[in-house]
């Protein structure tokens, strides 16, 4: 294993994310059925989709060139909540890497997403929003290449994390997005946008792990 990734991980990041996105589609709609208008997983799948057509067509050579082709096509193609904010954590997220991406990368990268997503969201964590997922994927994230961990490494930590995180968002109260129209009702119920955070890094660990 590599102790960096290159263009050829971002790229195979994005279609695995893809993939998995795809196959997990119709549960991400059911989530977002629960608490919102249904429209994430529809979102999210038309939205890499486009990614990965764009991709298809060749001349991307670096991570960065990657990482903001997924903010442009995010920022255009998917509406709704998720598009601008994914938009702007890929467009962050791609200008903390410049070539290769280190242990301290994959941890800078991921602080760039997360930042971005609260300038857009001004979301906090505990509010039941993609913030649950990026906020433990960044600490766990950071504790992993603090402790020597390859990037590859670095990335399952911070994807267990969003996948942990997103369960933890179950029992919240919604306080942002359409699922705080809910209130109360909104407990109960597995925070949609969390859910495909958890997708996208597991994606990029994978891709790492190959
Ligand atoms: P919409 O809510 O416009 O239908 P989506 O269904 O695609 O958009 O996305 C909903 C997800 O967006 C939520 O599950 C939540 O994770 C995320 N979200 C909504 N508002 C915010 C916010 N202010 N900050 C961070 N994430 C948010
Ligand atoms: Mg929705």
């Known amino acids: 294993m590599s102790d960096t990734l290159s263009f050829a991980w971002a790229e195979a990041w994005i279609r695995d994310a893809q993939a998995v996105l795809a196959e997990h589609r119709m549960e991400l709609i059911d989530l977002d059925r629960a608490i919102g208008d249904g429209d994430h997983g529809e979102n999210m799948d038309r939205g890499f989709k486009a990614v990965v057509a764009k991709l298809d067509e060749g001349g991307i050579a670096d991570v960065q060139g990657v990482l903001k082709v997924v903010a442009s096509t995010l920022m255009s193609k998917v509406g709704g909540a998720a598009g601008p904010l994914y938009g702007t954590a890929f467009l962050r997220a791609a200008k903390a890497c410049d070539g290769d991406v280190d242990s301290s990368g994959v941890v800078a990268l991921i602080e760039g997403a997360l930042d971005g997503i609260v300038s857009r969201g001004k979301a906090t964590t505990g509010e039941k ?82």
Request: glycine share 10%; hydrophobic share 50%.
């Open 129 to 210: 929003t993609m913030v649950d997922a990026w906020t433990p994927a960044l600490e766990a994230a950071k504790a992993a290449a603090e402790g020597g961990a390859t990037p590859a490494a670095t990335l399952r930590a911070a994807a267990d994390a969003a996948a942990k995180g997103a369960e933890a968002t179950i029992p919240l109260q919604a306080t942002k997005g359409r699922a705080s129209y809910l209130g109360e009702r909104s407990i109960g119920h597995q925070d949609p946008g969390a859910t495909s955070t958890a997708y996208i890094l597991g994606a990029a660990a994978d891709a790492a792990e190959a």
